[in-house]
């Protein structure tokens, strides 16, 4: 075990300093044009490069521009955007708005107020670099966090984004200093119940469930932000998102491997190879261009969309995933019972003592029967071809192709 981490931890850490100096020019320029135009502000790094966790290959970078406390009734998101004028970034909307600028690094640029006490934040944004402090008084998990990325990542259960409802970097911050480690978190998760309250700081001394909005509950677990407690960290994680992670936690605790942390995109071969002799139906996807975070989300409802039709139509659907490049491109795959289904399917309807119902149900189909208090027939299924069922939606539904630009069966 300690092998494969320790091997983990080499491939994934960086070594080379060439981005470190990249993202220090950067930063001289930024604040080279905060002088120029006057503005009581700083930018400062932020995020996995200023926590010393972030991934060899990583071409992101957080700059937070910390705006004095004297800006706090004025609109620094755009005073920041003129200030950025220049470098022609791209305006992102959110609670604030922020930038982004792509070069060999991708910076988004954040506005915020400098502040040490999380009661003066104007904006949830103020309060991010205070995340990083958090994490800098807790040293030697560097490569911890970078082996729960990275396992996450491979495992496709890594970004808050609506299309992947899973763990966000400052989540796996947060998990991994609580539990004291990579393997530690992994055996954790095991145990979790549903509705699990994680509170590192401990300030809930009774229950968090009770005393926090509802509206911030909606998660399988309840991570209190140790920086604000009202905020439940993991509220965008779904039941689906951390199945999958119990489930690939599990497989390496039993029987660790160092290809669990290999980000390996999945191909036609493979697939067949996986479905043996079960039945594979894959699809090549062009999606619209536009933001990551829309578009994610429309290729996911269109991935969704066909999941759910096939189970609707009774086909037995032993596994379904989909991956997509942030462009245009993705692949969907199902890979379902090698049987078609038989011709003739049982119809259930109404219970019997709502009358009005089976008189209703007896006058559209004339053979019935009853079966455990309800009026039943047996109908022709309208599809018994799984692929057939496929290209009739490929075709016809309206719903996919507000989603999606093409579908095209391999």
Known sequence: MDKILADAVKKIKPTDKKLLKEVDAFLKKINSAIAKNKVKAKAVVGGSIAKDTYLKGD????VFVKFDPS???????????????????ELVHGSRDYYHVKNNINFELVPVLDITDPKKAVNVTDMSPLHV????????????????????KSTGVYGAESYIKGFSGHVLDILTIHYGGFMELLAASQKWADKEVIDPEKYY???ALTQLNRSKTDSPIIIID????????????????????????AEF???PSASMFEIKEKTVAQLKKEAGKDKLI????TSESGKEDVVGSKVLKAFQQIRNQLKFYDFLLKDAGWQWNKKTKALFWYILDARDLFPITKWVGPPLS?????????????????ENGRICTYTKRKFINAEELVEFIIKNDEYLREKVKKVVRR
């Open 59 to 62: 071409h992101d970078c957080d």
């Open 71 to 89: 800006y706090k009734d004025e609109e620094i998101s755009t005073i920041l955007g003129n200030i950025l004028k220049p470098l022609k970034p």
């Open 133 to 152: 402090e958090w994490v800098k008084k807790h040293p030697g998990f560097n490569d911890q966090i970078r082996l729960a990325k990275q396992f996450c």
């Open 205 to 207: 001394k009774k229950d």
């Open 226 to 249: 140790p920086i604000l407690p009202e905020r439940n960290a993991a509220a965008a994680l779904s039941y689906e998102t951390l199945d999958k992670f119990k489930k690939k936690a």
């Open 253 to 255: 605790l039993a029987k």
């Open 282 to 285: 894959a699809l090549d996807v």
């Open 354 to 370: 709502e009358r009005e119902r089976v008189e209703s149900f007896k006058a559209k189909y004339p053979k019935t029967f009853i």
